[in-house]
Structure formats: structure tokens, C-alpha cells
């Protein structure tokens, strides 16, 4: 993480004290930066260059408000997968028409509330899908403009839980099929073809899937121009990576610069859904070491942050770096679990890491910008942690720590019993 340095024995996040931010707003807290979010969009808008396209970021991968309201001010679209994000985009100052909407699954009623908006573009996923935006869209007299989203069967190369574009995947319209359901699509009087999408999966580190897909969504685009169907845009999802330890993902210009190559020709416009390339490495979880328990075959860290606030460890097995927030080089290191307080033998943060720890201590683990907070739970009754956006020397809490009246809100006790 860029914005992350060392001043003297402690960590700071731009020209915030991590410390800091810990005596001010607690641990466990999830800590953003708004430079390094700032800057990462910018990769992808410089290179863009004046290339006619979009940067919808995929809300998914960090949906806080005040994210939101940033990326909106830049000038940023949006990808979303549900109402919900759709609702957050409007309340950060988002338009609807710079909204793009995929997923495999969505409601009438939600399809109804973006029809009424006029989103830019719903990415659709299943021929059911096609025939109930369809005829919601008849219903209330609109016409909702439409890219299916192909899955064009190439192997991403990264976590299978995170792999989206093989045939195997629930994601997107076979490739196979794909001429055949935009004929169709093509017959129907309140559908409006604009593009072609497909999102091969998340954590990339090799463009050549990439490229892969794309050349295969380059002979559909082909094909469907001899069907008498013009295609507008081609959408290439997201997936570029970030380094977590010691990947080596694509740098944005190479890769837009090959892309841009090889749509020109076509005049294409390029519409991109960026998440965690955006904001992966513009967060961290903040956490504080509650209990030290040395074994003879571990050394357990027990810390106050969990698998509810990061699942991305027990989920993916994802490795994300740790830092000592004060380093002391006194301190002898040991080799540690760092574990979390809920009861369970996955709720872990990081695994066999070489540090010097005592009780009290704070840590950092780095690069949880991107599906961190959105994932966290309530399991084990545990409150969400706040979110802090730094800028500079200050810092901003974008979210407050849950309290027990947010966690049982909405609960009812039986009245007879
Ligand atoms: C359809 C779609 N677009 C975009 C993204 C964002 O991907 P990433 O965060 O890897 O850029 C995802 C994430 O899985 C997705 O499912």
C-alpha cells in the first residue's frame, strides 16, 4: 500500500498516525484512504486518455457512502448488483444514467425501480432474465437498454471462488448462444441492444485472459454486425488485481493500451467495471492484540478483529499483509496466528507471520479497501467496526461503529410464551 509510511516507530496512512486513529475511534476500524482511492481511479482514466469510455466502478467491492460520494465527484459510473447499491449510488450523488446493472438475479421490483431511473445499462445474464425485463419494461411502457453478459469460457487463472467466466461458472449467457439470444432480443419492442459484457473473474494477475476474452467477444461482435445488430459497447467487467504479497498484476495503461488496439478498428465504445483495483489498496483493518497464548506447537495472537470483519481468509485463504502499527525493534519476534475472538477454527486474519507482539498492540492488515467491510457480519453478535476515511493530516468517520440497539433492531420478543 502506497500511502502507507513510516515516521519515526509508527505507521501512518497519508499524514495520519494509525496510532492516532486507534486512541481516537477504537479497534477494530477499517481505515481508507482518499488519495490512494483518488489515484487509482485516475490510472484508469489516464489511461483511457480521450478514448470514448466509462469507469463504472463495481460497488461491490467497497459500497460506503462516502466512497461513493468521492468516486462520484471524479467523475466515476457505476457498476451495481442490487437495489440496495443502487439506492447508495443516488443517495452519494450518483446519476442514474451513469449506472450499469449486473448479476444473475434480479427482482422485478428492482428492475421496475431502475427502469423508472433510467439506468444507462442492464448486463443481462439468462434468457429468464431477458423475458421478465422484457416484459416489465413493456408494462411500464419504457425501453431498458441491454448487453448480455457472455461468458466466453477462459480460464482466469485466480481463486475458484472468484473464477467467473468459465462454462462451469453460474455467470452470463454461454458464448454459443449468445447470436442466437440477441436475435431474439433484437424482436423485442422494449429492449434496446447497446453492448456486449462479460467479466471473467477477480484477482487477475495475467492480462492474457483478458485478451483471451476479448478476442472471443470481438468474432460475437462480428457476428452479430452480419445479423444486422450493432453493437455500441463492449464491457469488460473488472478483475485486474492488486498486490496483496508479491503479485505482479497488469499495469492499467498495458493493459488498456492493448485493449484500446485492438476495438478501435470497430469504434467501440469501452466500458470497464473496476473494484478492487479501485480501493483494494486504499484501506486496512485496524486491530488491537487482546491475548498472547505461546504454545508448543502454535503461538495464538488473539486479536479484536475477526472473521466477521474480514472473511477474505477464511473464505479464499487470502493472504494480506500485516504491520506492527508502533514498531518496536527491541521486541524479540515469534511466530504467530493471528486469531480472531469468534468460535470458530477459521476465524483467522493471517497465519505463521513473523512478529513482535505483545498484549495491547496494535496491527494493520493492509489491503482491505476491497470486499472487507462490505462482507463483514454480525456473527457472534459482534458489531460492524466503523469506517474512517483519511485525507491528509485528518480523518473523517464515514461509518460509526455498530452499537447492540443496531444489532437487534428489527427483533421482536414473543409476547405469550
Ligand atoms: C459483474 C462484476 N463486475 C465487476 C466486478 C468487480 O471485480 P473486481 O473487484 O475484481 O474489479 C465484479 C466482481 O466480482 C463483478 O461480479
Redesign the pocket.
Known sequence: MQEITQQGNELYLENTSLNGIANQYGTPSYVYSKAAITDSYHAYTKALGDYPGKI?Y?V??NSNLAILQILAALGAHF?I?SGGELERVLRAGGAANQIIF??VGKSKAEMERALELGIACF?VESEAELVTLSAVAEKMNKQANISL?VNPDVDANTHPY?S?GLKENK?GIAIDDAVRIYSWANTLPNINIVGV?C?I????TDITPFLDALDRLLILIDQLQEAEITIQHIDL?????VVYRDETPPAIDTYLAKVKEKIAPRGLELVL??????V?NAGLLLTEVMYLKPGEHKNFAVVDAAMNDNIRPALYQAWQDLKPVVVDSEEQTLTWDIVGPICETSDFLAKERELALKQGDRLALLSSG??GFVMASNYNTRNRAPEILVDGDKSYLIRERESFADLIRGEHLLENI
Open positions: 463504472c463495481a461491490k467491492a457498476d448488483v449486473s448479476g448486463n453478459r472468484i467467473t455467470f459484457d467479466h473473474g477477480s484477482q487477475l467487467g473488472g478483475g485486474i488485481g467495471e473496476p473494484g478492487r483495483s479501485i483494494g476491497a470486499y
